[in-house]
């Protein structure tokens, strides 16, 4: 009787190890399942570096650095990896390519060459989860390249009279007017010019007055700036 009462007791007891056991399994499992303990970062915002936007640079040319955007997930995590698309919107210009990719510190970066019509250029950088951002750049005009005619020329007038005002316009190579270039103003024959030196306006354009000093002559006005070839202007004095 005793024996059979002891024989109940080991039993009992080795199966409640087993349920102990068994137990601490199914705990130990649920801790290394790696679908538990993995965490998705959603990349949820892109924002432009403030240094790389806003920048002002010479039409058909990169802008002075790069233009650099960071990704980041909901609670301002940096989220390596994502794809940055780069799409021109206004101002005509190019990227260096089409699309970036997220470093560790969630940046991604692009060359931007601005188109060749001075004024405002944007440019969106966007992600596969539709969050984007504008940048804006600003195209100056290149080195003035060609000095042109406006008005003034020719002029038939009598000595002693004021002409009308001889106007010139300084462009770069992509017809942009250039303002505050140098205009330097010479006169073959007998008379003057209002000023021998001017400097071109916001428009791109200069002028000067001339005034012949003796008849039946032809006067010619020159106009130069930085070596480029001049524009002539004739005045006929009968």
Same mark, same amino acid.
């Given at each position: 009787m005793q024996r059979r009462a002891m024989d109940s007791g080991i039993r009992a007891c080795s199966t409640g190890r087993w349920v102990v056991a068994a137990a601490a399994l199914v705990v130990a499992g649920a801790c290394n399942d790696n679908n538990l303990n993995t965490v998705s970062v959603i990349p949820a915002v892109i924002t432009v570096s403030s240094t790389s936007n806003g920048q002002t640079g010479?039409?058909? +040319?990169? $802008?002075? +650095?790069?233009?650099?955007?960071?990704?980041?997930? +909901?609670?301002? *995590?940096?989220? =390596? *990896?994502?794809?940055? #698309?780069?799409?021109? $919107?206004?101002g005509g210009g190019a990227v =260096?390519?089409?699309?970036? #990719?997220?470093?560790?510190?969630?940046?991604?970066?692009?060359?931007?060459?601005?188109?060749?019509?001075?004024?405002? *250029?944007? $440019?969106?950088?966007? /992600? =596969?989860? @539709?969050?984007?951002? #504008?940048?804006?750049?600003?195209?100056?005009?290149?080195?003035a390249s060609a000095v042109t005619i406006v008005s003034g020329n020719p002029q038939t007038i009598a000595a002693g009279v004021t002409s009308a005002p001889l106007?010139?316009? !300084?462009?770069?190579?992509?017809? *942009?007017?250039? @303002? @505050? =270039?140098?205009? !330097?103003?010479? /006169?073959? @024959?007998?008379?003057?010019?209002?000023a021998t030196s001017t400097k071109t306006g916001a428009s791109g354009q200069s002028s000067v007055t001339a005034t012949p000093t003796a008849a039946a002559q032809t006067m010619t006005v020159t106009a130069t700036s930085d070596g480029l070839t001049p524009a002539v202007f004739t005045i006929v004095v009968p």
């Amino acid at each position: 009787m005793q024996r059979r009462a002891m024989d109940s007791g080991i039993r009992a007891c080795s199966t409640g190890r087993w349920v102990v056991a068994a137990a601490a399994l199914v705990v130990a499992g649920a801790c290394n399942d790696n679908n538990l303990n993995t965490v998705s970062v959603i990349p949820a915002v892109i924002t432009v570096s403030s240094t790389s936007n806003g920048q002002t640079g010479v039409v058909g +040319q990169p $802008l002075p +650095q790069p233009v650099s955007v960071q990704v980041t997930d +909901q609670s301002r *995590n940096p989220v =390596a *990896n994502v794809i940055v #698309t780069w799409t021109v $919107l206004t101002g005509g210009g190019a990227v =260096a390519q089409a699309t970036s #990719t997220t470093d560790a510190t969630g940046t991604a970066s692009v060359i931007w060459t601005v188109g060749t019509a001075v004024g405002e *250029n944007t $440019l969106r950088a966007s /992600i =596969a989860t @539709g969050a984007s951002v #504008t940048i804006t750049a600003t195209g100056e005009p290149a080195v003035a390249s060609a000095v042109t005619i406006v008005s003034g020329n020719p002029q038939t007038i009598a000595a002693g009279v004021t002409s009308a005002p001889l106007v010139v316009m !300084v462009t770069d190579p992509f017809g *942009n007017r250039v @303002g @505050g =270039a140098p205009v !330097v103003w010479t /006169i073959s @024959g007998t008379g003057t010019v209002s000023a021998t030196s001017t400097k071109t306006g916001a428009s791109g354009q200069s002028s000067v007055t001339a005034t012949p000093t003796a008849a039946a002559q032809t006067m010619t006005v020159t106009a130069t700036s930085d070596g480029l070839t001049p524009a002539v202007f004739t005045i006929v004095v009968p």
